[in-house]
């Protein structure tokens, strides 16, 4: 916003969302069942997440091997893919259950993400995210640490970074434990208070006559 209003008169602070990651923490980080999963946690309906682009994705890896499926949030009865499982509408209560089978989670976003809600869960749930490097995604992501960033848009980049994680699963358990160790210490409700409200707050005590 700043850029674009050619800057602001006025001092910036930009506080990070959080959410209650309890649900999530109580999920253990062990081996996943096969066939592997990879995990679109987001609204795959909405063109702006990026389903398009992991279908893309998807059947370039499919090309080459066959021991995987995408879970995302679509409804059952459209056209059929044979690495699909679509989940239908999903509660949000339901959703621990399915980030504990997931091997990856993909947050192919194609537009600039003002946070990435998702990327955080999965990251408390210990899973490894490959995440589109646009907006918040690209600040709660970190490329190589906790997950994988690809170019918004970029299918055979996205196909390459799954079928790294895929093939890896020393490297999915260290991305993993270490997304989780960020979710905790950045994106608690706790966390965001200490680290961004209180001094917030203190520094419009400070300001008053």
């Known amino acids: ?57 998807a059947d370039r890896l499919w090309a080459r091997r066959q021991d995987f499926r995408v879970a ?25 259950a399915l980030y504990a089978r997931a091997a990856v989670c993909a947050v192919p976003s194609v537009w600039e993400e003002p946070f990435g809600l ?17 907006g918040g995604l690209a600040r709660i992501v970190a490329d190589g640490e906790t997950g994988l960033l690809t170019p918004p848009g970029d299918a055979a980049a996205l196909a390459d970074a799954l079928a790294r994680l895929l093939d890896d699963p020393a490297l999915r358990a260290r991305l993993g434990a270490a997304g989780r160790a960020r979710a905790l210490a950045e994106h608690t409700p706790a966390r965001i208070q200490k680290t961004h409200y209180r001094p917030l707050w203190d520094a419009l005590a400070g300001d008053r006559p």
């Open 1 to 57: 916003m700043a850029a674009a209003l050619g800057g602001l008169p006025v001092s910036v602070r930009i506080v990070p969302s959080f959410t209650d990651l309890d649900p999530f923490l109580e999920i253990p980080p062990g081996s996943v069942a096969e066939p592997l999963t990879v995990l679109m946690p987001g609204r795959a309906e909405d063109p702006v997440k990026g389903f398009a682009v992991l279908a893309e994705a």
């Open 72 to 96: 995302a949030t679509l409804a059952p009865g459209g056209p059929g893919r044979p690495w699909l499982e679509p989940l239908g509408w999903v509660a949000h209560d339901q959703m621990p």
């Open 118 to 134: 998702v990327a955080v869960e999965a990251m408390a749930a210990g899973r490894p995210v490959v995440a589109s490097r646009t």
